[in-house]
C-alpha cells in the first residue's frame, strides 16, 4: 500500500519539465525586471520616478489576469506558455533596437508593461497546469515547487542582474534575457505535455469570456467566500507591505546607505532566498500545517520589516545592511509560506474548468494595490526620507493588523 501511494504521489516528467522551462523563464524575467527600473533611478536619482514606472508597468497585468485565467482553460497551455517566451524574446529585441532612439524612462515603461502584460497570462497558465498535471495529494507539494522556482529565479536574478548591469550595462542584461526566453518556448512546446480537454462556448468571443469570467466570480463569491475574503486582504498587504518592500529597499540600499548596485542584487536575492526557504518549509510540511495558524507566519514577518529602520541605528553601514538583508530574508520567508498554503488550498476548492479563472482572479485582486501602493511609497520616501524610522514602523503596525483580520477570516471561514 505504501509503495502504491509513493507512486501515485511522484511527480510526473512533463511537470518537471514544466519546472525546468520555468527556471529558465523567469530567470530572464527577473533580471530585467530588476534591472529596468534600477537604471530609471540611476539616471534620475528619483524614487518617485522609479515608483511611477513599477506602478505603471503593472496596469497591464491587473486588466488582461482575468482574460488570461480564461485563455489558461481555453487554450492548449502549452502553447499559451511557449507564444509568450516568444512574445518577450520579441520585446527585448525592441528594446535593444530602439534603446537609441527613445528616451530611456518611456522605453523603459512601455517594455515593462508589456513584460508584465505577457505575465498576466503566463502565470494563470501555469497556476492551472499543477493540478492537470498532478493528483490532489500532490498538488501542496507541486505548488510549493513551482513557488520555490520563482523564489530560485529571483536569488540569482537579481544577484547576475546587477552584476551585469553594473559591469557590462543595460544592453547585456536584455540580450540574456532575450536569449533565455527563446530557450524556454522551445524546451516548453517539445517537452511539456499537458492534458487539454476543449470547453463548450456559450457564443462570441465577448460573451464566452464574460460567461466564463461570471461564473468563476459567482465561485468564490458565494461557494467559497473564505476565499474572496482573504484574496480582499492579500490586497491590502500588498498595497502596505509589498508595495513598500519593492520600493524602500532600493531606495534604503542604494540612496539613504548610499551603497552600490550590487548591494542592492544581494539584498533582492535575500528575499528571493526567503521565499524559497518559506517554499521548502511549505512542501515539507506538506499535509501536516493547518492553514488556520499560517497567520502565525504573517505576523513575523511584519515585525521583521523593522530592519528597513536599521541605518537610523548608531551602527556602522555594512551591519546596518547585513541586518537590512537578514529581516528581508525572514520577511520573505513567513509571507512565502503563508502564500503556498493559501494557493493550494484554492487549487484544491476549485473545479477544474474553473482552476485558471479563479488563479487569474487572485493574482487579479492581490496586486491590484501594487501600483498605487509603489507610485505612493515612492513620493513618500522622497518627501519623508530624514523620517524613513517612522514610516517603517507605520508599515510594521498597519501589517500586524491585517494579520489579525486574515486570522479571523480563515478561522471563521474554515470552520464553515
Same mark, same amino acid.
Given at each position: 500500500?505504501?509503495?502504491?501511494?509513493?507512486?501515485?504521489?511522484?511527480?510526473?516528467?512533463?511537470f518537471?519539465?514544466?519546472?525546468?522551462?520555468?527556471?529558465?523563464?523567469?530567470?530572464?524575467?527577473?533580471?530585467?525586471?530588476?534591472?529596468?527600473?534600477?537604471?530609471?533611478?540611476?539616471?534620475?536619482?528619483?524614487?518617485?520616478?522609479? /515608483?511611477?514606472?513599477?506602478?505603471?508597468?503593472?496596469? !497591464?497585468?491587473?486588466?488582461?489576469?482575468?482574460?488570461?485565467?480564461? =485563455?489558461?482553460?481555453?487554450?492548449?497551455?502549452?502553447?499559451?506558455?511557449?507564444?509568450?517566451?516568444?512574445?518577450?524574446a520579441?520585446?527585448?529585441?525592441?528594446?535593444?533596437?530602439?534603446?537609441?532612439?527613445?528616451?530611456?524612462?518611456?522605453?523603459?515603461?512601455?517594455?515593462?508593461?508589456?513584460?508584465?502584460?505577457?505575465?498576466?497570462?503566463?502565470?494563470?497558465?501555469?497556476?492551472?497546469?499543477?493540478?492537470?498535471?498532478?493528483?490532489?495529494?500532490?498538488?501542496?507539494?507541486?505548488?510549493?515547487?513551482?513557488?520555490?522556482?520563482?523564489?530560485?529565479?529571483?536569488?540569482? /536574478?537579481?544577484?547576475?542582474?546587477?552584476?551585469?548591469?553594473?559591469?557590462?550595462?543595460?544592453?547585456?542584461?536584455?540580450?540574456?534575457?532575450?536569449?533565455?526566453?527563446v530557450?524556454?518556448?522551445?524546451?516548453?512546446?517539445?517537452?511539456?505535455?499537458? !492534458?487539454?480537454? !476543449?470547453?463548450?462556448?456559450?457564443?462570441?468571443?465577448?460573451?464566452?469570456?464574460?460567461?466564463?469570467?461570471?461564473?468563476?466570480?459567482?465561485?468564490?463569491?458565494?461557494?467559497?467566500?473564505?476565499?474572496?475574503?482573504?484574496?480582499?486582504?492579500?490586497?491590502?498587504?500588498?498595497?502596505?507591505?509589498?508595495?513598500?518592500?519593492?520600493?524602500?529597499?532600493?531606495?534604503?540600499?542604494?540612496?539613504?546607505?548610499?551603497?552600490?548596485?550590487?548591494?542592492? /542584487?544581494?539584498?533582492?536575492? =535575500?528575499?528571493?532566498?526567503?521565499?524559497?526557504? /518559506?517554499?521548502?518549509?511549505?512542501?515539507?510540511?506538506?499535509?501536516?500545517?493547518d492553514?488556520?495558524?499560517?497567520?502565525?507566519?504573517?505576523?513575523?514577518?511584519?515585525?521583521?520589516?523593522?530592519?528597513?529602520?536599521a541605518?537610523?541605528?548608531?551602527?556602522?553601514?555594512?551591519?546596518?545592511?547585513?541586518?537590512?538583508?537578514?529581516?528581508?530574508?525572514?520577511?520573505?520567508?513567513c509571507?512565502?509560506?503563508?502564500?503556498?498554503?493559501?494557493?493550494?488550498?484554492?487549487?484544491?476548492?476549485?473545479?477544474?474548468?474553473?482552476?485558471?479563472?479563479?488563479?487569474?482572479?487572485?493574482?487579479?485582486?492581490?496586486?491590484?494595490?501594487?501600483?498605487?501602493?509603489?507610485?505612493?511609497?515612492?513620493?513618500?520616501?522622497?518627501?519623508?526620507?530624514?523620517?524613513?524610522?517612522?514610516?517603517?514602523?507605520?508599515v510594521?503596525?498597519?501589517?500586524?493588523?491585517?494579520?489579525l483580520?486574515?486570522?479571523?477570516?480563515?478561522?471563521?471561514?474554515?470552520?464553515?
Amino acid at each position: 500500500m505504501l509503495e502504491k501511494d509513493s507512486k501515485q504521489t511522484k511527480l510526473p516528467k512533463a511537470f518537471w519539465a514544466l519546472i525546468g522551462a520555468q527556471v529558465i523563464s523567469l530567470f530572464g524575467n527577473t533580471v530585467l525586471r530588476f534591472a529596468l527600473p534600477l537604471y530609471v533611478l540611476n539616471l534620475t536619482g528619483s524614487a518617485a520616478l522609479m /515608483g511611477m514606472v513599477i506602478a505603471c508597468s503593472w496596469i !497591464p497585468y491587473i486588466a488582461l489576469a482575468p482574460i488570461g485565467g480564461v =485563455a489558461a482553460d481555453r487554450v492548449p497551455k502549452r502553447i499559451v506558455m511557449a507564444v509568450l517566451d516568444g512574445i518577450m524574446a520579441l520585446v527585448c529585441l525592441c528594446y535593444l533596437l530602439f534603446l537609441q532612439l527613445f528616451d530611456v524612462v518611456t522605453l523603459s515603461v512601455v517594455s515593462l508593461m508589456i513584460l508584465y502584460a505577457v505575465q498576466s497570462v503566463y502565470q494563470p497558465t501555469v497556476q492551472a497546469s499543477v493540478p492537470a498535471l498532478v493528483v490532489p495529494e500532490s498538488i501542496q507539494k507541486a505548488t510549493a515547487l513551482v513557488s520555490q522556482v520563482s523564489m530560485l529565479s529571483g536569488i540569482i /536574478g537579481p544577484v547576475v542582474g546587477g552584476l551585469i548591469f553594473g559591469f557590462a550595462g543595460m544592453g547585456l542584461v536584455v540580450t540574456i534575457s532575450a536569449i533565455l526566453f527563446v530557450f524556454s518556448a522551445i524546451l516548453i512546446f517539445n517537452a511539456v505535455r499537458i !492534458p487539454h480537454t !476543449p470547453l463548450p462556448r456559450t457564443g462570441t468571443i465577448v460573451r464566452t469570456v464574460i460567461g466564463d469570467l461570471s461564473e468563476a466570480f459567482t465561485f468564490l463569491r458565494k461557494s467559497r467566500p473564505v476565499i474572496f475574503k482573504t484574496i480582499l486582504l492579500a490586497t491590502a498587504f500588498n498595497l502596505v507591505m509589498s508595495s513598500f518592500i519593492t520600493i524602500g529597499t532600493p531606495v534604503v540600499v542604494t540612496e539613504v546607505m548610499g551603497l552600490p548596485n550590487q548591494f542592492l /542584487g544581494f539584498a533582492e536575492g =535575500a528575499l528571493a532566498l526567503g521565499g524559497l526557504v /518559506g517554499g521548502i518549509l511549505a512542501a515539507a510540511l506538506s499535509g501536516k500545517l493547518d492553514l488556520r495558524r499560517s497567520p502565525i507566519a504573517l505576523a513575523l514577518g511584519s515585525v521583521a520589516l523593522l530592519v528597513l529602520a536599521a541605518e537610523a541605528l548608531p551602527i556602522s553601514t555594512m551591519t546596518a545592511y547585513t541586518i537590512v538583508v537578514g529581516g528581508l530574508f525572514i520577511t520573505m520567508a513567513c509571507c512565502s509560506l503563508f502564500s503556498i498554503l493559501a494557493i493550494a488550498f484554492v487549487q484544491k476548492e476549485t473545479p477544474e474548468h474553473l482552476i485558471g479563472k479563479v488563479m487569474a482572479f487572485v493574482m487579479c485582486l492581490s496586486n491590484c494595490a501594487s501600483p498605487i501602493g509603489q507610485l505612493l511609497y515612492g513620493i513618500a520616501l522622497d518627501v519623508f526620507r530624514e523620517m524613513l524610522p517612522l514610516v517603517v514602523l507605520c508599515v510594521v503596525v498597519i501589517s500586524c493588523v491585517l494579520t489579525l483580520m486574515v486570522r479571523m477570516v480563515l478561522r471563521r471561514g474554515l470552520t464553515e
